[in-house]
DNA sequence: ATGAAAGCGCTAACAT
DNA sequence: ATGTTAGCGCTTTCAT
């Protein structure tokens, strides 16, 4: 299997040159008479050469691999995100290392960690868990970072980020269903995901507050930072019967995955969407379209928020200066949202 | 920001000791005595020294990391196959480098080749468009391979595999149409996964052909194979209506997004699903169960395949001998496909 | 235009 | 138990 790599002293023994005219040759060196350099590389290929990029990499003192920290792959949300990174990333040489996290931040420091020995030249990390306090402990990481959706409070300035205005996502969600003629509008989010839960409570509350509609604690929902095992799914399916009770017309939920999950517990409790309660989601995911009725969403722009790290990333390695980037969702509406039915909806209150 | 890395030659000098010494005892060698082993740990981590991982690399001549090709990273099912293959070589120690190919034969060498240039200690290729004859131009990769659900007819005998069983997974599927009492059944397919799709098609010939069920070219739709800039989606929702025409009661998809895209021109067309047409699909992604109605699909283990082709390439490394694996898929039965319902159909037939 | 030699950071065989 | 030396495969001065 693995008979001995060939390697360029191979070829200068064969070529009767040395080998860092071969070195030189295979690069294009413009020292290199145009005649050696052709019969070099002609023995190269006939020698079925491939250049060990460990070697470069130890003496280049660059790997052209970056690393990307994601909480799971199979995530669809972070799935085309890396798609995104991976496709600006090949188109300039660079390799990337993928590892999840979890969302624990154990895992996340140790996959960078990894990175870090493997010397990679640069680092994305989606969701990070990374704040302040820890700082001292990663300053030394010296390896230019980006944050994709960082869920730390206070970053450290150290690092770079690109993130999604959480805030106008919900703003954008909640002005719809005002726009449809809701008035009692819940929210329904996650324990464990303590800053974009947070911007996107604030946005619902913020429109709410310009609209002057009435709040309650009754119509807000969060799962139980430790009830983190079951899947978003699962949180959006048991919570709704809480907002359905206080009696709310319109939900928003933290994302795509919660609002299937309200979907799902809609269908249990027999109430109809949209005629009966509207729902609108977040991010965007492929599966918002498809699921009945498909889903009003507010849209992340997934593919770009990984481009635009990765452009970032490249910048820092050219030692250009970059500025943070925050990108606006959008609203798509869809099924999942119509006008409030005041009528319809007390009728099914009654039934119950 | 790259103030240069401390070496094991750094803390040498510190300690007072030779570099060999130091590699030493980092890395437990019980030649060293218990308490400058330790003395030198402590410094190393005073001076926050992190290992050169490509410095090990090119002297172990082993890099800890294996190289993926998928054919997408979004694609659900791809990302969830992932998903098992990065746990278990997390687990093990290994990093992986993951590319995707897009179903291009092309960027499907290139990225084996940038592997190959990164030494990488094994390879993994979803969705392989390999086949017999690259192998010459591949055989020198001397690099242990799995493939995963090849797609190639005549597999080089020098890879090796884990795969589906397409044609078993079709045969399950339509049988348990004609469970339900369906005789007119199609097959809804794609033009642009050769080996898979001609499997599942003589799965489901055969399943027919078995029960004494007629057949007809009318019953069978596959997409041309230069359409395939189109999504998996919208094909399913452009043949259906084909088949629909031919009359039958039960369609078996080439896949689930096929499905989808099926169930989806159910809803233009306002046939019911599953009270008019039954619809199965295959590969058991997340986003089947939550179409409505959910899909009846035919499962692939896909945390499996992943974990299987892993476990694979580790026997390989360690120079065990191993057996090509094929796995079994299996039927869940959801909302999409019920008991026919004849008079129904005709009924819903005669309308049109 | 080409070769000799040093060195990237590490491991390991060979001294002692 | 520790130091010396020689690589791993490459790039890059510095000679010539």
Redesign the interface.
Known sequence: ???R?ISIEDIARRAGVSHSTVSRALRDNSLISPKVREEIKQIAKEM?Y??????Q??QNQR?N?IGVVVT???D?FY??V??GI??VA?STGL??????SHRDFEQEIAAI??F????VDGILVADSRINKHHTKQLE?I?V?TVFINSQTEDQPDIFHSVEINDRLGAKLAVEHLISLGHTSIGYLGVGDRSRSNQQRLEGYRMALTEAGLPQSNNWVAISDEDNVRISD?ATGQQLLSKLVIAGVTGIFCYNDMIA?GA??GCQELGISVPQDLSIVGFDGI??SR???PPLTTICQPMLEIGSSAMQMLLDLLEEKSVENRVLSPFLVKRGSSAAVNKGRRQEAEGRR
């Open positions: 299997m693995s008979k790599r079925n491939v250049p060990n990029a460990i070697a990499s130890l790997t691999t799971s792959i199979a669809p799935a085309e890396v798609e991976e496709k090949k390799s990337v290392l993928l590892s999840a960690d990894t870090h020995r493997r010397r030394q010296a230019p799914v299937i979907l799902l492929a599966l498809y699921v009945t």
